[in-house]
């Protein structure tokens, strides 16, 4: 690891842990004027079409149409599937549990990183364990068996996002930032058309909450965040760069009992600390790839 990468692993791990945890409740607040998908696409594609601007205006070129087919797949499963549907299910569920279910992503990644080969390391497995025994406490106090839609499109919504992670590391991609400029693009796109195909319809004009709202997710939970992801997942473990997964619940969980009323008890108190111990055990700052 050289000095360069010392620096912006600990940031990226940073931007994840801290925004994305505050983009369930950022997401909440938007669904409540925004139907979800509408609200998502909305927020991939200006973000998607500021950042391709930006690059294109500083001389990047134009990707492939293998690249552009690469980050419609990876867009597709991490943002269409993965973001779009936890904005869906948070029509129902509270922004701690989606959090909570969201946090099993690790547990996938690391599985479906199996497929090409890469084969975790015992602290990896131990780690995902320990978190996945945190998770569960979580939801054995959850919302989620009133809404089993909900649980059944959170759980999808990880899967999709794990594993198209890890397929997108074989897919010929864009350089740096492009690749997440295409892929909110695409992923915006696909949003639009399963908006329209449900029928999604704005109720009337949205609130000054819901477009600031919209603003954050746009410039910090996509266009800062997630490029710091993509990075992330080109030069650290997958155990690592999906380890945010444990930290957002305790992000979302504490931001949404503070602005949104959620109720947080003892057993969540205690599952969050061992959601934190098992992140120290998915950080191989030594390690690459």
Avoid at 37 to 56: D, Q, V
Avoid at 84 to 91: E, K, M, S, T
Avoid at 92 to 117: H, K, Q, S
Wanted: glycine share 10%; proline share 5%; with cysteine.
């Amino acid at each position: 690891m050289n000095s360069r990468q010392r620096l912006l692993i600990p940031l990226a791990l940073l931007a994840l842990y801290l925004i994305w945890g505050s983009t369930f409740l950022g997401m909440k607040f938007a669904i409540e004027s925004f139907p979800p998908f509408l609200m998502a696409a909305l927020r991939f594609l200006f973000a998607g079409g500021l950042l391709y601007a930006l690059l294109r205006w500083r001389g990047a070129s134009n990707p492939t149409l293998p690249q552009w087919g690469g980050a419609a797949i990876v867009g597709t499963l991490l943002l269409s599937v993965g973001n779009g549907g936890v904005a869906y299910a948070q029509q129902w569920v509270a922004t701690g549990t989606a959090a909570m279910v969201i946090g099993t992503v690790p547990l996938w990644a690391v599985a479906f990183a199996g497929l090409w080969g890469q084969k975790p390391k015992r602290t990896e497995m131990l780690g995902n364990m320990l978190g996945m025994l945190g998770v569960l406490l979580l939801n054995m106090s959850s919302s989620l068996q009133a809404s089993p839609l909900g649980a059944v499109v959170l759980l999808v919504a990880a899967m999709a996002w794990a594993f198209g992670s890890m397929w997108g590391r074989h897919l010929p991609m864009p350089q740096g930032a492009m690749a997440s400029a295409t892929q909110m693009i695409c992923a915006g796109i696909v949003l639009l058309v399963m908006s329209a195909a449900s029928g999604e319809r704005m109720a009337g004009a949205p609130s000054d909450k819901a477009l600031l709202s919209l603003a954050y997710l746009v410039m910090f939970g996509s266009f800062i965040a997630y490029s710091a992801y993509l990075y992330l997942l080109r030069t650290v473990r997958p155990a690592l760069a999906t380890s945010y997964a444990f930290v957002n619940p305790v992000v979302a969980m504490l931001l949404g009992t503070w602005l949104a009323h959620e109720h947080v008890g003892t057993q969540d108190l205690v599952a969050l600390g061992i959601i934190l111990a098992s992140v120290l055990l998915v950080l191989p700052f030594n390690r690459r790839v």
